[in-house]
C-alpha cells in the first residue's frame, strides 16, 4: 500500500514538473518573438557596427557608440558592437551580430549603406537604424522605407547648417583672410559641412580663401596633419577638421602653430582635449542624443521607418560652447553667428549646400 502510494506521488509530482517546464518554455518563445518588435526591453539586444574609422575617434562613431549603449542600458537590453577593418567586412559584421541575438541593428555611416539594404531585406524581422544614410526611390518607384525597407530608420543631420555657422565665425575671426578644411572621404555628409562652411565664411568676407582636400580614408592623422600644415603654411589661420581621425590630424596642426580650429560633429573640446586651447568651437550633430532616443523608440516599440532629419530648427545641429575662447571672440563675431542661426531658421537653403 505505501508503495503504491509513494509511486503516485512521484508520478505527480513528475508531472508537474513537466507542465511548469512547459509553461516555462512558452514564456521565453512569446519573449523572444516581441523582441524583434520592440515590446520586451529584457529581451531585447541592440549590435552595433561601425564605421572603419574606429571606436576612438574623438567624434563620430566614438558617439554614436556612447549613444546606442546608454539607450540600451536605459531600456535595460543587451548591448555589443563591433569595429570592422575594411569595408568588406559590413555584411559579414551585420549578420554575426544578429546571428548573436541582436533585434536592432545600428550601423554608422555613408559607406555601410549598401550593407546594411542587404541584411535589411535579408533578415526582415530585424530592425535597423542607419547614421547618414538615406533610401531614395529607384527610378521614380515607391518609397524604399515603405517596401522592402520598412524595418529601416536613417537618421540625418543637416550638416551644411552646422558647417555654415562654423564657417561665419571662422570668416570673422580670421586675421588672415584664409581658411581651410581637412575633409575625410568625399562622401555626402562630409561635402555638406565643407560647402556649407565655405559658403558661411564667404557670407562675411566674399574675398575669403576657402581651401580644401578630400582625404580618402577617415583614419589617417597623419596625412590630415600633413595636410592641414601645408594648408597654415599657406596663411590659412583657422583650419576645420572634417573627417574622423583624418580631421584630427588637421586640429592637431592648428593647435602646434598655434592657429584656430573648429572640430566637428561632436563637441571635441570635450572628447580631443590635446587641442582644446586651439579650438573655438565644433560643428555639432548631436549623434550621441539622437541614436540613444533611437534606441529608446525601439524599446518602446514606437520606432518609424523612413527619414529622422536633424536640424538647426529642430535643435539636431549647431555649434558647441566657445569654451576657452569665449573672453577672446568679440560680440562682433557672437552677433554674426547668432543672426546666421535665425537667418537659416528662416531659409535652410542659405547654407549653399548642393
Known amino acids: 500500500m505505501f508503495r503504491r502510494q509513494l509511486i503516485r506521488f512521484l508520478i505527480s509530482l513528475t508531472a508537474v514538473t513537466v507542465t511548469a517546464t512547459a509553461c516555462g518554455s512558452q514564456s521565453e518563445t512569446d519573449a523572444g518573438s516581441t523582441a524583434s518588435g520592440g515590446q520586451s526591453g529584457a529581451q531585447q539586444k541592440v549590435g552595433v557596427v561601425l564605421g572603419t574609422g574606429g571606436e576612438n575617434d574623438k567624434s563620430f562613431n566614438e558617439y554614436t557608440l556612447k549613444g546606442a549603449r546608454e539607450g540600451a542600458e536605459a531600456a535595460g537590453m543587451g548591448f555589443s558592437y563591433v569595429s570592422p577593418t575594411s569595408n568588406s567586412d559590413f555584411e559579414k559584421n551585420i549578420e554575426t551580430q544578429i546571428s548573436e541575438g ?11 549603406g549598401d550593407a546594411t539594404a542587404a541584411m535589411a531585406r535579408k533578415y526582415p524581422d530585424v530592425k ?8 531614395a526611390p529607384e527610378n521614380g518607384g515607391a518609397d524604399p522605407y515603405q517596401g522592402d525597407l520598412k524595418n529601416v530608420t536613417s537618421l540625418m543631420f543637416a550638416e551644411d547648417q552646422a558647417g555654415y555657422l562654423a564657417g561665419v565665425l571662422a570668416g570673422c575671426v580670421s586675421e588672415t583672410g584664409k581658411v581651410a578644411t581637412v575633409s575625410g572621404m568625399e562622401i555626402p555628409p562630409v561635402v555638406r559641412f565643407v560647402q556649407g562652411f565655405q ?10 580663401v576657402a581651401y580644401n582636400q578630400y582625404i580618402p580614408d577617415f583614419g589617417d592623422p597623419a596625412t590630415g596633419k600633413s595636410v592641414g600644415q601645408n594648408f597654415i603654411s599657406q596663411g590659412a589661420d583657422v583650419v576645420f577638421g572634417v573627417g574622423g581621425n583624418t580631421g584630427n590630424g588637421g586640429l592637431l596642426a592648428a593647435k602646434e602653430a598655434g592657429k584656430k580650429a573648429i572640430g566637428v560633429d561632436v563637441d571635441q573640446y570635450l572628447s580631443y582635449p590635446e587641442v582644446k586651447d586651439a579650438l573655438i568651437t565644433s560643428a555639432v550633430k548631436n549623434i550621441d542624443l539622437a541614436t540613444a532616443n533611437a534606441v529608446k523608440e525601439f524599446a518602446a516599440g514606437q520606432i518609424q521607418p523612413g527619414i529622422q532629419q536633424a536640424t538647426i530648427e ?6 558647441a560652447p566657445f569654451h576657452d575662447w569665449d573672453s577672446k571672440i568679440s560680440q562682433e563675431c557672437k552677433t554674426k553667428v547668432t543672426q546666421a542661426t535665425a537667418a537659416l531658421k528662416a531659409n535652410p537653403q542659405l547654407s549653399g549646400a548642393k
Do not use: E, H, W
Not at 102 to 111: E, R, T
Not at 314 to 319: A, C, K, S
Open 314 to 319: 529642430t535643435g539636431g545641429v549647431g555649434l
Open 199 to 208: 559658403s558661411g565664411a564667404k557670407s562675411v568676407n566674399p574675398n575669403i
Open 102 to 112: 541582436a533585434n536592432l541593428i545600428v550601423s554608422v555611416g555613408f559607406q555601410m
Open 128 to 135: 535597423f537604424v542607419i547614421i547618414d544614410y538615406a533610401y
